[in-house]
Every structure is written in C-alpha cells, then in structure tokens.
C-alpha cells in the first residue's frame, strides 16, 4: 500500500520558493515558538537531576545555539548534509534517560559536575558516529528496526521518564518540602493550563500551551513564595561557545545506550522526514526521497556531534515544527536559513537561560508530566500502526515486561557485573534490546512479511 498525501491546505511557498523577509521572519518566529521549551526543557531536568545548577546557563545557551546550527545546516544542505528543508534541530527527549543513567553512574563513583559532562559529552560524541554511519544504510536498516521495535522504544522512554517529571511536580529529588500540598497545587495548576489551551480552537494557543503554562505557574509561585528571583547582574553579556570545555571522557557502559538511542532516532528522524516531504509536496518514494532521508539522518548526526562538542545534549528533528508547516503553509527551507539565525543569537546571551534556571520544579514538573506523556503516547500511535498478532504482541509484553520491570526493581542486578548493571539498569535498553533480539529471533508470519514488503522495496529504491 502507498502512502497518500495528506489533505493539507495549499502551501503558500513551496520547498524552493524564496519569501520576502518579512513573511519568512514571521514564519521563522512561529516555528522557533513552537519549538523552543522542547530545546530547553531537556538541559534544565539534566541540569537539575545531576546538579549542574552552575552551569545551566551556560547549557541552556549551548543547546539553542547548537539548535540553530543544524537547523541551518538542514536547510541549506552543503556537501549532501541535511535534508534541504525545514527540519529544526532540537535536544531531544529520547537521550534523557541514558544521559542521565550515564551522568549517575558518574556520580556514584564521586565525580564531579565537570566529570559528568566529560563522560555524557564524550559518549554523545561517539554516539553520533553511529547515527552518520547508518545514515548510509536507511533503507536495509528498516528491515531491522520496524516500527514494531521503535513503538515498543519509544514508549519505553516516555513511561520510565514520566518518573522523572513526577519527582519535579513533587518539588524535586530530594526536596526538604517534597510532596507538599503547594507543589502538588502548582504542577496540578499547569498541568491544568496546558490541557485547556490544548483544547482550544485557536491554533496560536495551542502552539503556546506549554509556553504560556510554565509563565502563568510560575506567576503562581511567585505569589505563593516558591519563587524568589535571583539576581542575573553577574553573568557576562555574551556565552561564548567554547569546544570540549568539560575535558573529554568515555565508558562502553555508558555508550552502549546511548549508541542504541542513536539507532532509535534515526528512525523517528526517517518518519519525521517523510512527513514533511508530503507536506512540502516532495516525492515519498524513489531516488530523490531515498536521498533525503540519508541527507536528513546524516544531518542529524553532523548536529549531534556539533552539539557533543559545545556541550549541547544529542539533537534530532523536532516532529511538532511539521505542525507549523501545516498551520502557515509555508513549506520554503529558506525559512529554515532564519530560524536557525534566531535560535543562535537567542543562544549567543546567557541571561534567557539564567531566567530559565529559576523556574520552580514543581511548575516545571507540571509541563513535563505532559510532555513525557506524549513521547509515551507517540509510542502507543506507532504501536497501534503496526500489525498486532500474535508475535508482535509477545514481543510487546516480553519488552514491557523486561523494561519495565528492571525499572521497577533496580536492585535485580546487583550481583552481576557492574558493566551489567550500567547497561540493563535502564528500561530503554533493557527493553529495547529484547525487542530487537525477538524480532530477529521469533520468525515472522507470511501474511505480514508480504504486508511490509511494498515498503521495504520502496525505500531500497
């Protein structure tokens, strides 16, 4: 079966149209909206779980900055690197887990804050090989990785990241007030913002929901004493991007989920691509559209390596800015040459990511309850696209079970080797592994096998 195009609106500018600045601004800011607390969100529960409060700013700068390079780089395509459309770069959800599993076991071992970036920035470094190798495999690497495996992945990481952003509402890990009747109030008090505005027919509103749910609890902390603002007078004017300023560092227990995420999102960045070509109008199938996925997953990669680098956590390709293509019907990668501008000079001052900082978890909490609840939800939709017999279902509850019960009772693996442990402690990995390691070992039924064979055959073409 083919694809279809999507009944969309007509586009206002095709893929090679050049706007008029003003209109292409515009469009710009919309998808920078639309995109931005996704950028920042990640390097501020990073931050605050592995207690790398001094160098938020200085984090948050780095990760806009980054956005910005690879969202140019994607748009503008040079040497074959990137897809040559909008494709905005943004730290992605999906590494958090391993980041952060990479950032504890660091710390459990005494590190400080700077030996926990050299190790999360060094194996993120190496990671992004493996995406920019198997940018040159899309087609034979979706025999492997179906979107059976991915659904099951991506849902992994929504549920065991859930934790994360229930531990913020209740006032963060380890807080002297956690779990009292203010903080549950606040994150409840967003929570509650952000669903009605997503309610909403206004397509703005919605476009803002997270946006405008973090300032209006904010707002509420302030009133109710969570939230004294802290002084911002001391930090310099610019954040000068600065290579490996943590040192550099590497650990194979600490890469290989990392490495596995990569291969996950290279997935996730080929669906995201093929979105937006049918958006854009592009090709779904032949020559051109095999190009740019390799392109697009290739470009992935470059910004991931560039973002490990400065000190930004992995990139991918921000699926919600295929939403704001839709939404203005401007569909011209020229677009992307401004957003990319506007997130690196957002990146170039310190003080927005200072400000940033200050947000109250359980406010903070309260957003990413919904987010991380998307990611699983995402997961459930891809599931749901898949066919589910009786194979594909002993594979979800084998994985879920496994994933999900290694997190759930993290002592399980305390006698084993502590490569074991740093490894299989994690939902994502434990369970993802099972997954790819059913796939390929249960055999598969005819019926299905002939059901995906159209796809398969389209993208090795």
Not at 286 to 304: E, M, N, Q, T
């Amino acid at each position: 079966m083919q694809p279809q195009m999507p009944d969309t609106q007509d586009l206002i500018y095709g893929l090679n149209d050049r706007p008029r600045p003003a209109p292409a601004l515009l469009a710009a800011v919309q998808h920078v909206l639309a995109a931005f607390v996704g950028i920042i969100t990640p390097p501020l529960i990073i931050g605050s779980a592995l207690g790398l409060g001094a160098y938020l700013p200085y984090l948050i700068s780095m990760a806009l900055m980054v956005s910005g390079v690879g969202t140019f780089i994607q748009a503008r395509r040079p040497l074959g690197i990137g897809a040559g459309m909008i494709c905005l770069q943004g730290t992605s959800f999906a590494f958090l887990g391993a980041v952060l599993s990479a950032g504890f076991m660091v710390k459990q071992r005494g590190g400080t804050p700077e030996d926990i970036m050299a190790m999360v920035f060094g194996v993120c470094f190496f990671g992004a090989l493996v995406q920019i190798v198997l940018s040159r495999f899309i087609g034979q690497l979706r025999r492997v990785i179906t979107p059976l495996i991915t659904g099951i992945v991506i849902t992994l990481i929504g549920v065991s990241l859930i934790k994360v952003g229930v531990t913020d509402l209740g006032g963060g890990f380890n807080a002297p007030d956690f779990g009292e009747p203010t903080n549950l109030a606040l994150g409840a008090f967003v929570l509650l913002v952000i669903i009605l505005l997503n309610r909403s027919r206004t397509p703005w509103l919605r476009l803002s929901a997270i946006i405008i749910g973090l300032a209006v609890g904010s707002i509420a902390a302030w009133f109710s004493g969570k939230l004294t603002p802290h002084s911002i007078h001391d930090l310099p004017l610019i954040s000068a991007p600065m290579p490996f300023r943590f040192g550099f560092q590497f650990d194979w227990a600490a890469f290989l989920p990392v490495a596995l995420i990569y291969l996950i999102s290279s997935i996730e960045t080929v669906g995201d691509l093929t979105a937006n070509c049918m958006l854009s109008r592009e090709p779904i199938q032949g020559p051109s559209y095999i190009a740019r996925l390799k392109g697009g997953v290739l470009g992935d990669g470059v910004s991931c390596m560039i973002a490990a680098t400065f000190s930004a956590f992995p990139n991918t390709t921000f699926a919600q800015n295929n939403g704001v293509i839709q939404l203005t019907g401007v569909a011209s990668r020229y677009v992307g040459l401004y957003i990319g501008a506007l997130l690196f000079l957002l990146g170039l001052f310190p003080v927005i990511g200072a400000i940033l900082q200050q947000i109250p978890k359980p406010v903070l909490g309260g957003a990413t309850l919904v987010m991380f609840g998307s990611v699983a939800a995402a997961g459930v939709r891809i599931l749901a696209q898949s066919t589910l017999d009786r194979r594909s279902m002993l594979i979800i509850a084998t994985s879920f079970g496994v994933g999900l019960g290694i997190a759930a009772q993290p002592t399980l693996l305390h006698h084993l080797p502590q490569w074991v442990q740093n490894l299989f402690d994690s939902a994502i990995t434990s369970g993802g592994l099972t997954a790819i390691l059913m796939c390929l070992l249960l055999p598969e039924s005819t019926v299905s096998a002939a059901e995906k064979k159209p796809e398969i055959e389209a993208l090795d073409h």
